[in-house]
């Protein structure tokens, strides 16, 4: 592989993003993450020096467009884009009404817009921002790259969803969207959906509410493989839809088999 392909993977200071962008890194790939997180960020820059990984990790804020716009400035300047991981994202559960049972009456409680907006706005409109400069970059540079957008199981739907949900099937869409728009410039786009991942975000989610535990060994059950899936099987995929020239406008569903959206 040439030396000089250049990639971005946004939320990629931790979690799935972070294993996706050591794999890239570890296979050549001159691999630039964002984050919001300062000390984050360290840690991921040190850890990259350490192991003399080709990656760097700069601040940059998916939901805003100025920042979107100034981390291009820099990044592409001078230097083609040949692939983009639209990764971060973060999950919000909220039924759209909720009853709380009262002593005199029932209580309706309703999802914030707030909660909504803030949810659709870095999984959804994330993406937007930093792929149409992606794309830009890679029309301007004559680039035939790669835009691989991280969607998730739940996109068809899911139990205290709304807003996730809404925002994945949103990704999805853009996905293949831009697959038509892309093409005649030799720009590939997919999508992989990870099912529940074995990865930091829910370890530290089950280790702080017992609840939580619970409920998703119950939903294992749902899985047909019997198991979570694992970082790495992602970073698997997030390659295969990078390198693979016949591929687009594709969703790469990685999820075990399951579980379904909605569990009694
Ligand atoms: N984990 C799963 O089981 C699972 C399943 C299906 C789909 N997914 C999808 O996979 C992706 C990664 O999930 P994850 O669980 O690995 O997430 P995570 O551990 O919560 O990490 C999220 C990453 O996104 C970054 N981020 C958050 N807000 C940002 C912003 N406004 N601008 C730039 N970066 C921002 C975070 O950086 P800072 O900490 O520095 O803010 C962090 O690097 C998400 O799109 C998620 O929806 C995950």
Same mark, same amino acid.
């Given at each position: 592989?040439?030396?000089?392909?250049?990639?971005?993977?946004?939320?990629?200071?931790?979690?799935?993003?972070?294993?996706?962008?050591?794999?890239?890194?570890?296979?050549?790939?001159?691999?630039?993450?964002?984050?919001?997180?300062?000390?984050?960020?360290?840690?991921?820059?040190?850890?990259?020096?350490?192991?003399?990984?080709?990656?760097?990790?700069?601040?940059?804020?998916?939901?805003?467009?100025?920042?979107?716009?100034?981390?291009?400035?820099?990044?592409?300047?001078?230097?083609?884009?040949?692939?983009?991981?639209?990764?971060?994202?973060?999950?919000?559960?909220?039924?759209?009404?909720?009853?709380?049972?009262?002593?005199?009456?029932?209580?309706?409680?309703?999802?914030?817009?707030?909660?909504?907006?803030?949810?659709?706005?870095?999984?959804?409109?994330?993406?937007?921002?930093?792929?149409?400069?992606?794309?830009?970059?890679?029309?301007?540079?004559?680039?035939?790259?790669?835009?691989?957008?991280? +969607?998730?199981? %739940?996109?068809?739907?899911?139990?205290?969803? !709304? @807003?996730?949900?809404?925002?994945?099937?949103?990704? $999805? =869409? *853009?996905?293949?969207?831009? +697959?038509?728009? %892309?093409?005649?410039?030799?720009?590939?786009? !997919? @999508?992989?959906?990870?099912?529940?991942?074995?990865? $930091? =975000? *829910?370890?530290?989610?089950? +280790?702080?509410?017992?609840?939580?535990?619970?409920?998703?060994?119950?939903?294992?059950?749902?899985?047909?493989?019997?198991?979570?899936?694992?970082?790495?099987?992602?970073?698997?995929?997030?390659?295969?839809?990078?390198?693979?020239?016949?591929?687009?406008?594709?969703?790469?569903?990685?999820?075990?088999?399951?579980?379904?959206?909605?569990?009694?």
């Amino acid at each position: 592989m040439s030396e000089s392909r250049n990639a971005l993977v946004t939320g990629g200071t931790r979690g799935l993003g972070l294993t996706v962008a050591r794999r890239l890194a570890a296979e050549g790939w001159h691999t630039t993450v964002i984050g919001l997180d300062e000390g984050r960020l360290e840690k991921v820059q040190a850890m990259a020096e350490a192991e003399c990984l080709e990656l760097r990790a700069i601040r940059a804020d998916v939901t805003s467009e100025e920042s979107v716009r100034e981390l291009f400035a820099g990044l592409t300047a001078t230097r083609p884009l040949h692939l983009c991981v639209n990764n971060a994202g973060g999950n919000l559960s909220r039924l759209l009404v909720k009853k709380r049972r009262g002593r005199q009456s029932d209580e309706l409680v309703t999802h914030p817009l707030e909660e909504w907006e803030r949810t659709v706005r870095l999984c959804l409109t994330g993406v937007f921002l930093v792929g149409r400069e992606a794309a830009a970059a890679m029309i301007r540079h004559e680039v035939p790259g790669a835009i691989v957008n991280v +969607s998730s199981g %739940l996109a068809v739907g899911a139990y205290g969803q !709304s @807003a996730y949900t809404a925002a994945k099937a949103g990704v $999805e =869409a *853009l996905t293949r969207t831009w +697959s038509y728009e %892309l093409g005649q410039y030799g720009i590939r786009v !997919s @999508a992989v959906a990870p099912g529940v991942m074995d990865g $930091e =975000a *829910l370890r530290e989610k089950t +280790s702080s509410f017992p609840r939580h535990a619970r409920y998703m060994e119950g939903l294992q059950r749902f899985v047909p493989l019997g198991r979570w899936g694992m970082e790495e099987e992602i970073a698997d995929a997030v390659c295969f839809a990078a390198e693979s020239p016949y591929l687009t406008g594709s969703v790469i569903r990685i999820d075990g088999g399951g579980p379904p959206g909605w569990v009694p």
